[in-house]
């Protein structure tokens, strides 16, 4: 069974450029969520989605970020405009319900030059 | 606000040692926690978890325990192996929502 896959592993680009991060969650998982670690800090909390709904996007930084789940499936988390602060590992995770394991991608660098 | 602490930013063994990770929450709510092992470049892998229900869960090698009145639990990993050198992060959530908390991370470094 294939995990929780993330593209593009890394990815550099300019300061207000717009950048789209894509997550396929593991099948059959209705919960996926975004995270983000910046620096050797914690892995915070995005937003949740439960099949296409958003369910809590509390995490999110502010309005230059852009989470979709068309149809429930896969995720992608836009960036636009990027800055420098936005620089760091997004990580995407899917669980089958609330209050159980959830399961982490490898991961999407960004680096904001 | 850190909900969730690690206060150990890192930690050395001897290997066949045991590891202990420490990690305290604030949050009375949280009633399950699980530990990830993060190595470098790999997104964090699920190790252990434990419900506020138990005061210990057992996986192999690793130990959890929980002590809820002091808001406290640890890894355990005995023996300790080089293969287990990583980042650890703890997590919790709360009942009834679906946001994990995370520490910040405990680097193990297992000496051969």
């Known amino acids: 069974e294939a995990g929780v896959t993330q593209f593009p592993s890394h990815s550099v680009i300019e300061k207000g450029q717009t950048v789209t991060l894509r997550c396929d969650p593991i099948?059959?998982?209705?919960?996926l969520y975004w995270y983000r670690r910046v620096m050797g800090k914690e892995i915070k909390f995005l937003l949740h989605f439960v099949k296409e709904s958003k369910q809590d996007e509390s995490g999110m930084p502010n309005n230059r970020f852009l989470a979709e789940r068309t149809g429930g499936t896969y995720s992608t988390l836009k960036v636009q405009p990027a800055e420098l602060e936005d620089s760091g590992v997004y990580f995407c995770?899917?669980?089958?319900?609330?209050?159980?394991?959830?399961?982490f991608g490898e991961g999407s660098w960004l680096t904001v030059v | 606000d850190q909900q969730v602490k690690q206060n150990s930013p890192s930690l050395s063994v001897q290997e066949g040692r045991i590891s202990i990770l420490n990690c305290d929450y604030t949050?009375?709510?949280?009633?399950?926690f699980l530990w990830y092992k993060k190595y470098p470049a790999e997104g964090p892998t699920f190790l252990i978890s434990i419900s506020s229900i138990k005061d210990k869960n057992e996986d192999g090698r690793f130990t959890v325990f929980l002590n809820k009145s002091a808001k406290h639990l640890s890894l355990h990993i005995v023996p300790s192996q080089p293969g287990d050198s990583a980042v650890y992060f703890c997590?919790?959530?709360?009942?009834?929502?679906?946001?994990?908390?995370f520490g910040t991370g405990t680097r193990l470094k297992v000496l051969a």
């Open positions: 949050n009375s709510m949280f009633d399950y």
């Open positions: 997590a919790a959530s709360a009942q009834g929502t679906y946001k994990y908390i």
């Open positions: 099948s059959g998982h209705d919960n």
């Open positions: 995770a899917s669980s089958q319900g609330g209050g159980t394991t959830i399961y």
